[in-house]
């Protein structure tokens, strides 16, 4: 069988314990549900990628088996567990669709008490690789798209205009939030629904925005560079 199912423990979703990630039992670790781990004595490891069955987000997490303390783990999905809000008592499941890859789903304990969202604040960008943008929206003309993916993006590339350099941080004091937009490098109304990464992201103030967007194809970041005329380009 390649299902992982496990009922989360306090230790698997604590963030101060010194452990990392959570526990795989040897009976699951030697099953089909989880790849045969190659290296040297000590420390064996490879990498797996988790979507994320509720919006197709990917994440990047680690499968280790610790010899000092013959324990087998799931690591690096701190980022997974906090958006989903997991809580001992819930329990998870890992379906193995691929040599490496897999789909979470999480089934909650009823008796938790609801709370309030984690905000993504600490994560590394490169914790969110992807995530499904450009369907339909359900209640507007709107297409979805992943606000944590926007927050992972204006982690690894800034919050300044990457045409024109703009930065709303540098010219406003006291906003409550930054108005820099998220431009798509592969322009999602030729192929909605599908797999965005972060490297497929790059911001650019709502003039710059649009004005690549005059176009159908839209124009690249080069070209608008190329046209502008404006201020000092960064």
């Known amino acids: ?9 306090r230790n698997d979703v604590s963030t101060t314990t010194h452990q990392s990630g959570f526990l795989v039992p040897v009976v699951d670790a030697r099953s089909e549900a989880f790849p045969s781990l190659d290296g040297e004595e000590g420390v064996r490891e490879t990498r797996i990628t988790v979507f994320d069955s509720l919006d197709g987000m990917r994440y990047q997490g680690r499968y280790v088996y610790y010899e000092s303390k013959g324990e087998y783990r ?3 999905l701190k ?8 809580a001992a008592g819930d329990e998870i499941s890992l379906e193995r669709i ?3 890859e897999y789909e979470f789903s999480l089934r909650r304990n009823q008796a938790h008490e609801l709370v309030s969202p984690s905000v993504y604040s600490d994560e590394s960008p490169d914790d969110i690789l992807s995530a499904i943008e450009g369907e339909p929206g359900s209640l507007s003309s709107k297409r979805k798209r992943c606000s944590e993916l926007r927050l992972g993006a204006l982690k690894k ?3 300044r205009c990457s045409c024109c350099g703009y930065s709303f941080a540098d010219n406003f004091d006291g906003l409550r939030r930054d108005c ?8 999602l109304s030729f ?3 599908r797999l965005v990464t972060i490297d497929d ?4 103030c709502p003039n710059c925005h649009r004005a690549i967007h005059t176009r159908n194809p839209a124009y690249s970041i080069t070209e608008l560079k190329k046209m502008y005329v404006g201020g000092r380009l960064f």
């Open 98 to 100: 691929g040599e490496s």
């Open 157 to 159: 590339w800034g919050n």
């Open 201 to 204: 992201l790059r911001p650019l």
């Open 74 to 76: 799931v690591t690096q």
């Open 191 to 193: 192929n909605p629904g």
């Open 180 to 187: 820099i937009e998220i431009h798509h490098l592969n322009q």
């Open 1 to 9: 069988m390649k299902v992982f199912r496990k009922i989360l423990s």
């Open 79 to 86: 980022a997974l567990f906090l958006k989903n809000r997991c």
